[in-house]
């Protein structure tokens, strides 16, 4: 079963691009995909499905600055975060994206891997108080 998964990863891709490619009509081209996925106890990103490393040749930021150089800065992005990674994760992806000027359209999903299933946060919702009980 875990290497359908893996064989299934780029359709799955290309499957959310034709999903949200509506949602991102005012750009000209397909959103670019970050993702942080748990497996084996690690945290694996990927960037338009290829898995990212810590070295200088093949960090977050080195692939998304070439992607923002070939596409432009105004490409449209989607988040998708497991939801057995730290949520701290979100930030560290929204930061990464930041300093390389893809502030542009973003959606955040968390996403459950087992279940290939996940669910879009909002942040422009109206907040809800903390009761004081």
């Known amino acids: 079963m875990k290497n359908y998964c893996w064989r299934a990863f780029p359709t799955r891709i290309v499957l959310l691009m034709v999903v949200f490619a509506p949602a991102f009509a005012g750009s000209q081209t397909s959103p670019i995909i970050v993702s942080v996925r748990v497996e084996k106890a690690a945290l694996i990103y990927r960037v338009n499905g290829k ?63 087992s279940s290939s299933t996940m669910n879009e946060i909002h942040w422009d919702q109206t907040s809800v108080p903390i009761p004081s009980n």
């Open 51 to 113: 898995i990212v490393e810590d070295s200088k040749k093949n960090s977050l930021i080195t692939n998304l600055a070439r992607i923002a150089s070939l596409r432009g800065r105004e490409a449209s992005i989607i988040i998708i975060v497991d939801v057995r990674a730290p949520f701290a994760e979100v930030g560290k992806l929204e930061t990464a994206l930041d300093r390389v000027d893809l502030t542009y359209p973003r959606r955040l999903f968390v996403a459950d891997f």
